[in-house]
């Protein structure tokens, strides 16, 4: 059976606002992105706010990744903060995999079928949650700072490292 690779998007609440579930497992994550209807709606400006994602892929002006080398403490709290929120895409996949344990190993299944199970399963991962079956993430607090953050920048323009730089001089 032939690998797959997924790409998920995730809320403050551990929905799954989007999957991509279509790629063999030799595609690099950034490349999937680009490719994604997702990426063409934040481009063309269809889709405020914010995503944040590890250092594999581009920095954009929707797109926020930790800097590689911080060099200033503001870099190094912004990190900081950017790991601890990216974390909840890490939490939302051990979710799925403990809510469906066919996650939790090899699907054997065409890679097709494969890829219908793993949406199927977010969806109902979906209503599960929106039934009140997962507790939603304690640390609102940070989410809300988060917010209010995307507020005052998502109009600045320039490129994804003028954003950054601005988000983590002026909030971090």
Not at 66 to 89: G, K
Not at 100 to 114: D, I, T
Not at 125 to 136: C, E, K, L, Q, T
Request: net charge neutral; glycine share 8%; hydrophobic share 35%.
């Amino acid at each position: 059976f032939a690998s797959r690779i997924y790409e998920m998007v995730c809320g403050p609440d551990f929905c799954i606002t989007n999957v991509v579930a279509k790629w063999p497992g030799s595609v690099h994550d950034s490349r999937i992105f680009k490719e994604s209807v997702l990426c063409r709606e934040f481009e063309n400006g269809h889709i405020q706010g914010m995503l944040l994602g590890d250092s594999g892929y581009s920095l954009k002006t929707y797109l926020m990744t930790p800097y590689l080398n911080p060099t200033e403490a503001h870099m190094q709290r912004y990190n900081t903060a950017h790991c601890r929120t990216r974390v909840l895409i890490e939490q939302t996949f051990g979710i799925l995999k403990r809510r469906f344990s066919c996650l939790h190993s090899e699907l054997r299944l065409s890679p097709q079928r494969a890829c219908v199970a793993v949406v199927a399963c977010c969806v109902l991962h979906n209503i599960g949650i929106n039934r009140g079956d997962i507790i939603s993430n304690s640390d609102d607090n940070d989410l809300n700072v988060a917010e209010d953050v995307i507020d005052g920048v998502v109009d600045m323009g320039g490129n994804g490292k003028t954003v950054r730089d601005h988000i983590a001089r002026n909030h971090f």
